[in-house]
C-alpha cells in the first residue's frame, strides 16, 4: 500500500473528542474530532475491527482536500490574529506574554483595562495605557456617529424565546451583544426559558434563531438534555444533530464557574459557532462561597470581575448571554412585591435586560420587564409545556 491513509474521530464517538489508540497494536496516534492524522496498516485493521461509523478513513486525495479547506479556514483565522507586535511597547517578550494570556488581536487589548495588561505583561502603567490606546486607534475605537452605531444594530439577532408575547417584551427575544439577566422565585421559568433558546439558537435567523450553538454552564444540575430533545423535536430539528450542537458543563464553585466562562474564547478560536452562552445560575455560587457580610465587598469585586469577562464576551462576538438569578425579599419594604434579586448593584449595572419573572394565574407565569435600554417597563404573559415556552 503506498498510499498514506488518515483518520479521525467522527460525531458519532461517544462522550470524547479524542482518543490516543494503544500502542502495541497501531502506531499509537492520537485520533481526534477536528483533524485526521495518519495511520499505518497496522492502525487500519485495529481501526476497522474495532469501530464502525465512530471512526472515518480518507486516502490521500481526500486528505488534501480537507486539508484545503482546513487551512482556508485557518487562514481566515490566522488574519484574526493581529500583528500585537506591532502595537508601541510590545518588544518580542511582551507580543509572548500577551498572547499566551489570549490577547492576541487588537480588540482584545483595545477592551482590556491597564490593570489587567501590567498583571499580564509586566510593563509599566503608562505604558499599558500606550499599548490600549494604540490598539484602540488601529481599531478606530473613536466616536462612531449615529448612523455607523445603528449599522453596528445591525448585526444584533434576537433569539425567540417561543412566545411572541415574551419575544415582543425583549424587542424580539434575547439579544446577542448583551447580557440578558431573569431572575425570579423558584419554578418561576427561568430554567425552561433557557433550555428553549439553548435549542432555538440552532435555528436559522428567519426562524427566530442564530444559527449558532449554545454552551450552558449549570452550576444547579438541571440541564434536561431529554427536554432539550422534546424542544428540537417540536421546532423540527434533528434532536442529536440539536444535541450535538450544545455544550453543557457541571460548575461547582464560583472559581470554576470563572475559569470555564474565560475557557469559552477558546472554543471560539477552534472554531465553534457560538451564539448563546448561558448561566444558571450567576449567583448561586457566589452566594455560598461568600456567605456573611464580611466577605460581600470581595464578593463582588470577583463579581464584578466575571461580569467583565461576559461583557466582552458579548460585544466581542456578538454573543447573547443569558444568565438566570434569585431573589429575596427587601426586608425594608412594606408596599407591593418585595422582591429583589440578589447581586447588587454590580450586576444590575452589568446587565442590558433585567426580567422578573413570578407565577402567574393558571400556571401561566408573568414576565416583566424591569430594565432596558431605551424600552418602557411592561409584562407579559407565557407558559412552560412539554412542547416548550408557548404563549397562553
Ligand atoms: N417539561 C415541562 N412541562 C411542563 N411544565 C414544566 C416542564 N418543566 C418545568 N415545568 C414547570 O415549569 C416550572 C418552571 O420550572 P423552571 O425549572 O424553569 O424554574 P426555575 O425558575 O428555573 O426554578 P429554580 O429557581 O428552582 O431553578 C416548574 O414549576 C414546572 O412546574
Ligand atoms: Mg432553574
Do not use: C
Not at 419554578?187 to 440552532?202: D, E, F, P, R
Not at 434536561?224 to 422534546?230: F, G, I, T
Not at 448561558?278 to 456573611?292: Q, Y
Not at 393558571?362 to 407558559?383: C, H, I, N
Amino acid at each position: 500500500m503506498s498510499e498514506n491513509y488518515y483518520a479521525r474521530l467522527t460525531a458519532k464517538y461517544p462522550n470524547q473528542d479524542a482518543i490516543s489508540l494503544p500502542n502495541d497494536k497501531t502506531n499509537g496516534v492520537k485520533l481526534s474530532k477536528t483533524k485526521f492524522s495518519m495511520v499505518d496498516e497496522n492502525t487500519i485493521k485495529y481501526l476497522r475491527k474495532n469501530f464502525t461509523d465512530e471512526i472515518e478513513i480518507i486516502d490521500e486525495e481526500e486528505y488534501n482536500k480537507f486539508q484545503n479547506n482546513f487551512i482556508e479556514k485557518k487562514e481566515i483565522k490566522i488574519t484574526k490574529v493581529d500583528a500585537i507586535d506591532e502595537l508601541p511597547g510590545v518588544g518580542v517578550a511582551t507580543a509572548e506574554k500577551l498572547r499566551a494570556a489570549g490577547f492576541d488581536n487588537f480588540m482584545s487589548i483595545a477592551v482590556s483595562s491597564p490593570g489587567e495588561m501590567v498583571n499580564v505583561a509586566g510593563v509599566t502603567e503608562a505604558t499599558a495605557r500606550k499599548i490600549i490606546n494604540a490598539a484602540r486607534n488601529k481599531l478606530d475605537m473613536g466616536f462612531e456617529t449615529g448612523e455607523e452605531l445603528l449599522k453596528k444594530r445591525e448585526s444584533v439577532t434576537k433569539i425567540s424565546t417561543g412566545s411572541q408575547n415574551l419575544n415582543a417584551m425583549l424587542g424580539g427575544g434575547v439579544e446577542t451583544g448583551a447580557i440578558t439577566e431573569v431572575y425570579g422565585a423558584y419554578g418561576s421559568g427561568k430554567t425552561s426559558i433557557a433550555h428553549q433558546i439553548a435549542i432555538n439558537v440552532q435555528l436559522p435567523k428567519e426562524k427566530g434563531g442564530a444559527d449558532g450553538i449554545a454552551v450552558w454552564i449549570d452550576s444547579e444540575g438541571t440541564i434536561r438534555p431529554e427536554y432539550l430533545v422534546k424542544l428540537a423535536v417540536a421546532q423540527g430539528l434533528d434532536s442529536k444533530e440539536a444535541l450535538k450542537n450544545f455544550r453543557g458543563v457541571r460548575s461547582f464553585n464560583s472559581d470554576h464557574q470563572m475559569l470555564l466562562t474565560e475557557n469559552i474564547e477558546n472554543l471560539i478560536k477552534d472554531g465553534l459557532p457560538i451564539k448563546l452562552v448561558i448561566i444558571d445560575s450567576l449567583m448561586g455560587h457566589f452566594r455560598s462561597d461568600f456567605s456573611g457580610r464580611g466577605m460581600l465587598a470581595d464578593r463582588q469585586q470577583k463579581l464584578n470581575k466575571h461580569l467583565h469577562v461576559l461583557l466582552k464576551l458579548a460585544t466581542q462576538y456578538n454573543i447573547a448571554i443569558y444568565v438566570t438569578n434569585q431573589v429575596m425579599a427587601k426586608p425594608d419594604t412594606f408596599f407591593g412585591d418585595p422582591t429583589e434579586a440578589i447581586g447588587g448593584h454590580v450586576l444590575h449595572h452589568a446587565s442590558t435586560y433585567r426580567v422578573y419573572l413570578r407565577r402567574g394565574k393558571k400556571g401561566t407565569r408573568v414576565a416583566k420587564l424591569v430594565d432596558a435600554p431605551a424600552m418602557p417597563e411592561s409584562e407579559s404573559v407565557f407558559q412552560v409545556t412539554e412542547e416548550g415556552i408557548k404563549d397562553v
